[in-house]
């Protein structure tokens, strides 16, 4: 089986889990190169065959590295693409590629030309209840897809400086949920109306974004998803979906700390749900890598690609659009017009 060397641009709180992962789960897979601004001398000891560097693009452009991973902060990672595509180098990235509709279309259509395989970190697509979710609705378990629901709840407040420079919660937070919604629907937006507000702190309103909206996606078939995002649910990571058809229902619940469940005098009892993102979703980015990796080593289609970002994109932009307007948007207002989240 080919060996895929990688480099690995930023290794903050993903870049970890993916540096990690590698290291222990894919043998068909190094890290041949780290970049990453924070020089870490402990980890410079542990993994002495491992090029470190402050300097992303010295990596891409090693002759030894064959796909990058791009997990630095979302104002570089367009940049970054395109001198992965440059060198030749296939390419993960964590979401979004750019906060431009136009761009990402453009660095989309540059890795297809150059037969660059490009993977967008959709993570959550590769959940295994979600897949499981998905296999069903495919093999028709419960007919007719009429109305998927999904809330996504975050247990608190990134810091103000993140949420300025984020692209704001629709394209930072609720764009995993629109592309699941598409994911499971199998079907294409042609309409976005949002509601969003600022209930959980003013400064929120003061960084130029709002922390909990409503977002109703109408599908090509006029079937539907309703889509709930808050910034801080105090009880935990709040994570559920319900697809419901014509021939049935599908649940899926939040993970807890434990499955103990305590019947007593005043009530019944059960552990939270798990505290975080990284907690939640440690078995979905560890398939998604799997799956990076295999695409490579196989030469197989990606599972989550540049054209997935782009529909993505433009929901966001659409549901942003929305909120400002208090009227649905139509997704093609949003592809005529290339604008910016």
Do not use: W
Request: charged content about 25%; some cysteine; overall charge negative.
């Amino acid at each position: 089986m080919k060996k895929i060397n990688i480099a690995l641009l930023g290794m903050g709180r993903i870049g970890k889990i993916h540096f990690m992962n590698i290291k222990q789960y894919f043998p068909s897979a190094t890290i041949t190169a780290v970049a990453d601004p924070v020089s870490d001398e402990s980890l410079h000891q542990q993994y002495k065959n491992v090029f470190f560097t402050n300097d992303p693009y010295e990596a891409i452009k090693r002759d030894d590295v064959d796909a990058v991973l791009i997990c630095t902060p979302t104002s570089s990672h367009a940049d970054l693409i395109e001198e992965a595509i440059r060198q030749r180098k296939h390419i993960f990235c964590e979401k979004p590629m750019d906060l431009s509709l136009e761009r990402t279309e453009a660095l989309t259509e540059m890795a297809a030309t150059s037969k660059v395989k490009l993977m967008i970190g959709f993570n959550r697509r590769f959940d295994p209840d979600f897949m499981q979710a998905y296999r069903s609705v495919r093999e028709g378990k419960i007919g007719n897809v009429q109305i998927v629901k999904i809330t996504s709840r975050d247990p608190g407040l990134p810091p103000l400086d993140y949420i300025r420079n984020s692209g704001g919660l629709f394209m930072d937070m609720a764009i995993h949920d629109f592309d699941m919604a598409r994911y499971l629907m199998n079907k294409e937006v042609v309409e976005v109306f949002a509601k969003g507000l600022v209930v959980i702190d003013p400064a929120v309103a003061e960084a130029g974004d709002v922390d909990t909206a409503i977002t109703t996606l109408t599908f090509e078939d006029g079937s539907y998803a309703v889509i709930d995002n808050s910034r801080k649910a105090v009880y935990g990571y709040d994570q559920r979906l319900e697809i419901f058809g014509s021939g049935g229902m599908i649940q899926v619940d939040n993970n807890l700390h434990n499955r103990n469940v305590l019947y007593n005098e005043s009530g019944i009892h059960q552990a939270l749900p798990l505290d975080f993102f990284m907690d939640r979703y440690s078995r979905s980015y560890l398939k998604e890598m799997e799956l990076f990796i295999q695409a490579l080593t196989l030469n197989s289609p990606m599972p989550a690609t540049g054209s997935d970002a782009i529909q993505a994109t433009i929901i966001a932009a659409a549901a942003k659009l929305s909120m400002e307007t208090g009227s649905p948007v139509k997704l093609e207002e949003i592809k005529r017009s290339g604008v910016l989240v």
